[in-house]
T-cell receptor, first 115, second 113 residues
Framework: DAGVIQSPRHEVTEMGQEVTLRCKPI?????LFWYRQTMMRGLELLIY????????DSGMPEDRFSAKMPNASFSTLKIQPSEPRDSAVYFC?????????????FGPGTRLTVT | GENVEQHPSTLSVQEGDSAVIKCTYS??????FPWYKQELGKGPQLIID?????GEKKDQRIAVTLNKTAKHFSLHITETQPEDSAVYFC????????????FGQGTTLQVKP
């Protein structure tokens, strides 16, 4: 059974460029979460969706960040324009909606480097 | 809002010894407490969780305890092995269908052979 799939695994880009990170949640899961992990700030929740609808985007750092979930099996996190301080590992996680305990299953992450 | 504090930030033990990581949470409405293990270059992996209606849960060498009154919970690893070396995160969540996890800062565990 495939877990959460993220692509690309590594991304190196120059400041000012647009970056798009992709996520495929576990089939049947209705909740999807985007996290950012850095040494300084640890694991931060950026945004999460339930049934493809954004529920809480209070963690999105600024307007340069946007996320979409056009269907139950795909989500994107876009940064435009990118800046060096966006360098981090970005994780996507999914969870079965309605589960009282909210187990979240993480993907392998995308390591983003902005030069 | 909810806040989760995790200690220690680093922990070094000899192989075969036990390791204990502790977390405290601020929101008394929290009722779900998972623990994640993150190995280098990988995403966090759920290893054990506990719900507020129980005080302890075990899974082989791993156990988690919960003290609702004091609002703290702990991860216990017995007979540690080098492959237990990783970063461990605790988290807390309120009971709901849409609630989000609040993570602790992480503990880097090193098990020396």
């Amino acid at each position: 059974d495939a877990g959460v799939i993220q692509s690309p695994r590594h991304e190196v880009t120059e400041m000012g460029q647009e970056v798009t990170l992709r996520c495929k949640p576990i089939s049947g899961h209705n909740s999807l979460f985007w996290y950012r992990q850095t040494m300084m700030r640890g694991l931060e929740l950026l945004i999460y969706f339930n049934n493809n609808v954004p529920i809480d985007d209070s963690g999105m750092p600024e307007d340069r960040f946007s996320a979409k979930m056009p269907n139950a099996s795909f989500s994107t996190l876009k940064i435009q324009p990118s800046e060096p301080r966006d360098s981090a590992v970005y994780f996507c996680a999914s969870s079965p909606l309605g589960g009282p305990d909210g187990e979240q299953y993480f993907g392998p992450g995308t390591r983003l480097t902005v030069t | 809002g909810e806040n989760v504090e995790q200690h220690p930030s680093t922990l070094s033990v000899q192989e075969g010894d036990s390791a204990v990581i502790k977390c405290t949470y601020s929101d008394s409405a929290s009722n779900y407490f998972p623990w994640y293990k993150q190995e280098l270059g990988k995403g966090p992996q759920l290893i054990i969780d506990i719900r507020s209606n129980v005080g302890e849960k075990k899974d082989q060498r791993i156990a988690v305890t919960l003290n609702k009154t004091a609002k703290h919970f702990s991860l216990h690893i017995t007979e540690t092995q080098p492959e237990d070396s990783a970063v461990y995160f605790c988290a807390a969540k309120k009971k709901s269908n849409t609630g989000k996890l609040i993570f602790g800062q992480g503990t880097t565990l090193q098990v020396k052979p």
